[in-house]
């Protein structure tokens, strides 16, 4: 089981912390222990990438019907349950200065229904019938998925999301997701194939709720 | 498949949080090339306002299209997408058609009215003067899935029948049906009666609700024009033209001061209460909307006349104007104005909310305010009066030529330089 303490490691929490703030708060404030090096290392760029592109964040109901359009996943229960209880956190006018750590958490939990409804669509199926997870094999641990079947899986996640390849440097922070994750896994669970279903989930559920998708 | 725990989930989600935000870091920036494929599934995921898979089988045909540089028909095809009725309309109408002018309005017969103008390409003006209205066709309704839909209780007496349609199961831009003739409450007899003065989304209960709740009615003719004039009330203050419509309840001398009246006061209310009386005889109350003309008395005779609010506060300004009829001026064609509003036809005499309805659709600022609702809508971006007008009056004069096509609108709008850089 993944824990949250184990999660919390600085280089994460920084750049949560100042990616939100700078991202999506606006505030360009010092923070005291966060401050020095984040604005230097890309957040300023990726401001200025939104202010110059027109960025709009979606609506509750622009996320929920582009997640079921990209994923081919039906509205099942679960997903209309976690899309009524999450919506009013989402925006209400498109912008992205509404945007708040609040409805990220709740964007990527509707993601992360959609995955989960994904992977347990996809594993039924042969492997050579699946459209997203044809690399992937569920019956085995985590550390049998070699980076090249990983780095494929992302190609297609990236397509099908995205409508386009990833960025060596977005596969480079999707393995070191990877990486992470795996390093998490508590003693004992490192060999159980449900860790597997859980690293494409939350790689799933990261590129879902990554700004490339909920925007327009 | 072990089904996975809520407990694992919300770890997931911090990490896929986390993921997500590291990602956006590395956003590309926008390719400069004009790419077939990037430019296809952009047009359709903006006039859809969703995400679409590369596969989408609509982009086949835009991207055709956009190859032999056709991109006002590829527009076309992207607004065959479910979602750009679903999504991008019912947006658009759902944050006119409320006070509170948000995306996050329940689902109401307004917005079902403006989707299914739109699907089924009725000329806009209608939306202002038509005598119908837009309710779900149950049969079509998938099944399992309940929408209540009796008339009394569930349309005219509360917003029932739509909150049931936003189950995202429901295909709207399927289940609308049209129905000719509008119907309101007929409340001593407890039965539906056609409307008799009937005015498109303009008498429909969600806006009427809204703005003709308690006050003194001048809320309509405000929203009226801050919804389908783009001109909120401070742009059309005009203290040159008569004062002679405004109404008793406004005070000639706040704080003493018949100057300030002059210069201020009567700069709104020259033209708010110059329109109100197409308003008189509509309120809304205990959660129907009711038309003075319909309505009985213990007798059995019709009830007549103007609401009461439209005359309260009488001693406030005793020699005020007194409304007794739904006659109404438009003083909105001072100097201050005319041009601005870009007025047509007959405007005297006007009686009731369609002759309203008809002097706003029949304006040119109309046109030019649903360029600005579809140039926001599709693009979402703003446009302002001050900076695009000759964008806006352009696509204005087109919108008017195509018979005020609401589709062709966004089909035209969508693919502009203005709304694509």
Redesign the interface.
Known sequence: MITIKKLKKPMFVIIVCSATMTLFMNCQGSIDGFSSGSDSNGLTTIQSKIENQNYTIQSSDQLVRSMASVTGVDYASTIINEYNARKALMTNDYSLESVTAPMLVSIANLGSQFCNELIRKEVALTTANRIFFNQIDFTKAVSTVTDAQFNQTLDILGQNFWGRNLTAEEKSILNQGKLEFINAIPTGSSTSAAQTQYLILSTCTGMLAALEFITL | ??T?TL????????????????????????ASAVDA??EA?RLL??IS????????PLLPRIKSNINANKWYEAAGVATEHP?FL??TV??MALKMSTREE???TAFNDFAATFIGVVRDDRDARTLLTGNFQYIADVNKVPTGIMVRSEYNDHIVKSNTHFSDLEN??IPLNEVLKPIDGQLILQSRTNTVVYNPDPAGLLTSRAFISSHAVAGTNRRPVEFTFRQFMCSPIDDWADTTVSDSRIGRDIDRYPGGDHTKFQVSCKGCHTVMDGFRGAFSKWNFSNDFISNRDVQLNTNGTIVGGVEGKLNANTGVFPNGYVTTDNSFVNNARGPANEAKFGWRGNLDPGYGVKDFGQQIANSSRFSECMVKRVFDSAC??DISFEDKSSFLKYYARRFEDTGYSLKRLYQMVAVTEECVK
Do not use: C
């Open positions: 498949m072990k996975v407990k694992v989930l919300l770890n997931v989600s911090f990490l896929s949080v986390t993921l997500s935000l590291m990602l956006s870091l590395a956003l590309p920036s926008s494929d990037r599934k995921e903006r306002g969703t995400k679409v898979p590369a596969s989408h979602d679903n999504v019912k947006q948000t995306i996050q995202l199961n979402r971006k």
